[in-house]
């Protein structure tokens, strides 16, 4: 800011010197531990701005005020601040230490006083840029232009005059504890009008021009640059006019001071902030040149103080030429920022998929959007002609059955959250639809308001609804146990019979889990404490979570007060994208039982067609064994014949005798059999009944004697005759013999005894063949009559069955009972004959 000395030579002080050689050796070691990519075009722009701010500082000590060391025009730290708030913060430091040799270039000091002076000078610079920048950058961030009034004015506080006023005071203390004679008061103030003026100026132009270089869109215009070196050639003639030459037009020639001004306010209107600031640059430095040449109403008369009006009134000036084009700006971005918004708005409005409609107060709609109009059949004729009332199109909502509406209407003119209502169509039908809106804020007699279509919403709705009660009733329905996990494991969804069974039936853990239950939780808790069902469960059910499998299927049985109850799980995957499974629990008692007893009966009918061939059988083999019988009993007659009857011979004449009485017995066993396996009708004629019993047991006696079976006879004498076909009594009485042998064949042998028994009775005669065996249960005296039943490993179970259908085609009734002592007593009756 100040000029050189006047007794200036080639000398330099150490100071310097050392000063200026230890900022450069810091500089060089920074920038040789950064790549060249990194600090090569820093370095570069600092070098431009350290050549710039020597020229400033060289046009500054020229400009000085006479017999003073104060310049009326420092641009340095206007350049400096600029380049700070155009610069990274991170390369403040470089950009300080490059101008520090151009600035003790520009003052080239010669005494060390006058290096000291120089040396705070540059101090006082760097703060008054630094402190400007930090305080803008903390203010306003992203300090680039002045588009706003709230910018342009922290800036003229700032940089305009707190900045440049506190660093001017310290500066002028400083010199005036170094040097004596400085004017304390004079330095301050010159100082800071300066620096505001420079600031106001040349800082809005560098961050303008640098803003118009980044934007890349350099288009010239012939008409605009015309314009501009118009109104610079006016300000630059009208300063001529009223700073350089007004004494030669006499006093009203001061008029000519405000001429500028005009030119000015179009160079901001139509320029800007850039604009603008140039001029008043222009004006600026033709004004200071005049005073500094004592010309004009501002000539340096008494010392500056017509100089520190000239800079007031150019600060003034400046700060009146940057508020103004902030303004406009900022006026017409928010003009620019309303037309956007209002186009916005319109877009959004008419091309929402939603129905939108603009009401007044009154109720009339006074817009709509596309969506409106194509939902109600309505047009925009309509709403200009006002046919379109809120009240009549949006009503409440009515419930069939009912006269009146159920809720209020809905008041737009307050606000309101989504409601639902009827939209009245221009057909005169009505749709549901959820209404909502506000009023526009402010004064505004108008408000918008929303309908959403929920014609669609009730639709799904309603399909749901019946697709959750056939869900509902196909799962009721279902007779088998459903239930449905999601992919961790938890019941989601359970039919009614797995509730009632859970309720009910359950007995193991795993069968108690309801919806909510964690079901692999429990089945592993069950499994911990020794359920192998639980355990295999809980395995087919992580298998088929884990898509390692697709079904799975367990068989358990369990003990239950009436028998043994089967079940059946499977386990299938759930077809959904979030996974899960399908556990199905059925009751397989009756087919299990249906499966055993259909083996059981293949088994009895291989069985049976074995005895019918063994039948088929006997027949052949009666008839073969009564030709060598016959031809026996010829010869051992013969032989009895031929043999004389002496003494010596009378042991084989028995020996014959017996063989004949064997024959005769064998033969009538045949016959007897012959009888029996003989095929047709029943053949009814009056017979005894106790001959009958004889007869069998005469056919069953090597039977009875092999299986060391005594034989208790107690028969009633002249017992009445009984109409039967004999053949088929001795079938049933030696069926019930040979089963009472069967039943006693594990008692000792002393303790086998059959008793059989006739009794006369009313009409008809009794039967009764009783054992001492094992006895029968009392659940199964009427069962074992049932075909296939059977006790015995190697029976068929129609013993029994076929004795009761024969003794039922006779008229009579067969059934079993416990014997008196021990085990059981069969008894049959049969009609008496006539």
């Not at 069926?735 to 008692?747: F, G, H």
Request: overall charge neutral; hydrophobic content about 50%.
């Amino acid at each position: 800011m100040f000029n050189r000395e006047a007794d200036a030579g080639p000398r330099t002080s150490s100071l310097t010197a050392a000063s200026a050689g230890h900022g450069d050796a810091a500089l060089n070691r920074t920038l040789a531990r950064a790549p060249a990519s990194a600090w090569l075009p820093v370095l570069g722009a600092a070098t431009c701005v350290a050549v710039a701010y020597f020229l400033a500082a060289r046009l500054g000590s020229e400009l000085r005020l006479p017999g003073t060391h104060v310049s009326v025009v420092w641009l340095p730290n206007a350049i400096l601040l600029s380049t700070l708030l155009l610069a990274r913060r991170r390369n403040w430091w470089l950009y300080v230490a490059v101008l520090l040799p151009a600035h003790l270039l520009a003052m080239q000091p010669i005494s060390e006083i006058a290096a000291i002076r120089a040396e705070i000078q540059f101090c006082a610079n760097c703060a008054t840029a630094l402190l400007g920048a930090l305080t803008l950058s903390a203010i306003v961030p992203d300090f680039r232009r002045f588009e706003r009034v709230r910018t342009a004015a922290a800036f003229i506080l700032v940089a305009g005059i707190f900045v440049p006023l506190v660093t001017s005071l310290l500066l002028a203390a400083a010199l005036a504890v170094l040097d004596g004679t400085a004017a304390f008061w004079l330095t301050t103030a010159v100082r800071t009008l300066t620096n505001s003026f420079a600031n106001l100026t040349i800082v809005p132009l560098v961050l303008h021009a640098a803003a118009w270089i980044r934007a890349g869109n350099h288009t010239i215009h012939v008409a605009r640059t015309a314009e501009a070196l118009l109104l610079a050639t006016s300000v630059t003639i009208l300063a001529y006019l009223g700073f350089l030459v007004p004494q030669s037009f006499g006093e009203h020639s001061l008029i000519l001071l405000y001429a500028p001004f005009a030119p000015l306010l179009w160079a901001a209107v139509r320029f800007g902030v850039a604009g603008a600031c140039a001029l008043v640059l222009v004006l600026g430095i033709v004004a200071l040149w005049a005073a500094l040449n004592q010309i004009g109403p501002f000539m340096p008369q008494f010392g500056g103080p017509n100089v520190v009006s000239l800079l007031v009134l150019l600060a003034v000036t400046a700060m009146t030429m940057l508020m103004l084009p902030a303004a406009l700006e900022e006026r017409t971005a928010l003009e620019r920022a309303d037309a956007i918004s209002k186009a916005r708005f319109s877009t959004v409005f008419e091309h929402h998929i939603m129905p939108t409609i603009i009401w007044n107060t009154d109720g009339r709609i006074v817009d709509g959007n596309a969506s409106f109009f194509e939902l109600t059949g309505y047009s925009r004729a309509d709403v200009t002609r006002g046919d379109l009332i809120t009240t009549e199109l949006i009503r409440p909502v009515s419930i069939p059955g009912l006269t009146g509406p159920v809720m209020q209407p809905v008041n737009l003119n307050k606000d309101f959250g989504p409601v639902e209502r009827e939209l009245v169509v221009r057909d005169g039908t009505c749709i549901p639809v959820l209404v909502g809106g506000c009023r526009f804020p402010g004064r505004s007699n108008e408000g918008a308001a929303y309908v959403f279509d929920l014609s669609s919403l009730r639709r799904a709705e309603a399909g749901r609804n019946r697709a959750e009660m056939l869900h509902s009733a196909v799962l009721a329905s279902i007779h088998d146990q459903i239930a449905v996990l999601d992919q961790s494991g938890v019941i989601i969804e359970a039919n009614h019979s797995w509730r009632r069974f859970v309720e009910h039936s359950a007995s193991r853990d795993f069968e108690r889990a309801s919806v909510g239950d964690h079901f692999i939780r429990t089945c592993s808790a069950a499994a911990s404490v020794g359920d192998a069902v639980a355990g295999t469960l809980l395995r087919d059910v992580q298998d088929v979570l884990g898509e390692l499998a697709t079904r799975r299927r367990l068989e358990f049985s369990r003990e239950t007060a009436d028998g043994v109850l089967w079940q059946e799980i499977c386990v299938e995957r759930l077809h959904r994208p979030e996974g899960g499974a399908v556990i199905t629990r059925t009751d397989i008692s009756a087919q299990k039982q249906a499966m055993t007893e259909a083996r059981e009966q293949k088994q009895q009918l291989a069985h049976l067609g074995r005895a019918a061939v063994l039948g088929e059988l006997s027949g052949a083999f009666a008839h073969e064994l009564a030709q060598p019988l016959t031809s026996i009993l010829g010869n051992a007659e013969a032989a009895l014949q031929l043999l004389p009857r002496t003494p010596e011979l009378a042991e084989i004449h028995e020996i014959l005798h017996d063989i004949i009485k064997d024959d005769v017995r064998a033969a009538e066993v045949i016959q007897r059999l012959r009888s029996m396996l003989a095929r047709g009708e029943i053949q009814r004629e009056p017979a005894d009944l106790n001959q009958i019993v004889r007869d069998v047991l005469a056919l069953a006696r090597s039977d009875l004697v092999t299986r060391n079976v005594s034989v208790s006879l107690q028969l009633t004498p002249r017992l009445s005759r009984v109409s039967v076909d004999p053949i088929q009594i001795q079938q049933v009485i030696l069926n019930l013999i040979v089963n009472s042998c069967e039943a006693m064949a594990e008692l000792p042998i002393g303790e086998r005894e059959l008793r059989i028994e006739t009794h006369a009775m009313a009409g008809h005669a009794e039967c009764v063949v009783a054992d001492r065996g094992r006895g029968i249960p009392a659940e199964q005296l009427e069962r074992i009559f049932q075909p296939f039943v059977s006790s015995k490993k190697q029976g068929m179970g129609l013993g029994l069955a076929i004795c009761r259908s024969i003794i039922e085609a006779h008229g009579g009734r067969l059934w079993a009972e416990d014997n008196r002592d021990r085990g059981a007593a069969f008894r049959f009756t049969t009609q008496a004959g006539l």
